[in-house]
């Protein structure tokens, strides 16, 4: 079993959609959490950091649930800009940053 | 501006044939890592470094090699390539590798080996 996983996608969703992505994390100990976004090839980008409580970030929110050990990104009225791999990240301490394959997201008008 | 400076972008070379992959961040971070990426899977680690001449192995270290010499650089060095070692690499640095604090990462340099 991968110590992250997420499901890979594609997801293609129209303009003004509402999209959701979950990730799922073996290490229950796992301190922090992250979601990242990637376009095509080129370096990852802090998107998001996932607080316990849930947080919101304009028109992405992100969700914990450490019970069920997994994270979720929602991303309402999805833009073309939008378009991108998002990586899911777990870090369970010092040095053990953990990240998922990505989920493949593509906006069309 | 504070960044991650990596080279080359695309490198393209044939096996046996050493190369050095440069990393550089001017954000005075101790911690810096250097990351495989490959279709399918995460990204993963190949060696890491908490503080200058302090280098350390990370999930994916074999036919690689780092030095730590200064805190701004992070070379990652291979000796002698192999066709399995074609992927997408990423150098990253962090202020400290603790559980919260976000990764800045280069831009990448795609390496093929034929």
């Known amino acids: 079993r991968k110590e992250v996983e997420q499901d890979p996608g594609p997801f293609n969703v129209p303009e003004g959609a509402t999209v959701a992505f979950n990730c799922t994390y073996s290490n229950s100990a796992s301190q922090s959490f992250f979601w990242y976004r990637q376009d095509c090839r080129k370096e990852p980008k802090l998107l998001m950091s996932?607080?316990?409580s849930g947080n919101e970030d304009g028109r992405f929110t992100a969700q914990l649930n450490r019970a069920s050990q997994y994270i979720s990104l929602l991303i309402r009225d999805s833009k073309l800009s939008d378009s991108a791999t998002y990586l899911c990240v777990v870090n369970g301490g010092t040095n053990d940053m953990r990240f998922g394959a990505g989920t493949r997201l593509t906006v069309k008008p | 501006e504070a960044q991650v400076t990596q080279n080359p972008r695309y490198l393209i070379t044939v096996t046996g044939k050493k190369l050095t992959v440069t990393c550089s961040q001017n954000?005075?971070?101790?911690?810096m890592s250097w990351y495989r990426q490959d279709p399918g899977l995460g990204l993963r680690q190949i060696y890491y470094?908490?503080?200058?001449?302090?280098?350390d192995k990370g999930d994916v270290p074999e036919g690689y090699k780092v030095s730590r010499k200064e805190k701004r650089n992070f070379p990652l060095i291979l000796e002698s390539p192999s066709p399995n070692q074609t992927s997408l690499y990423f150098c990253?640095?962090?202020?400290?590798?603790?559980?919260?604090?976000?990764?800045?990462f280069g831009s990448g340099t795609q390496l093929s080996v034929l």
């Open positions: 470094s908490m503080n200058v001449e302090v280098t």
């Open positions: 954000m005075n971070h101790e911690y």
């Open positions: 996932v607080y316990s």
């Open positions: 990253a640095s962090s202020r400290d590798p603790g559980s919260t604090e976000k990764l800045f």
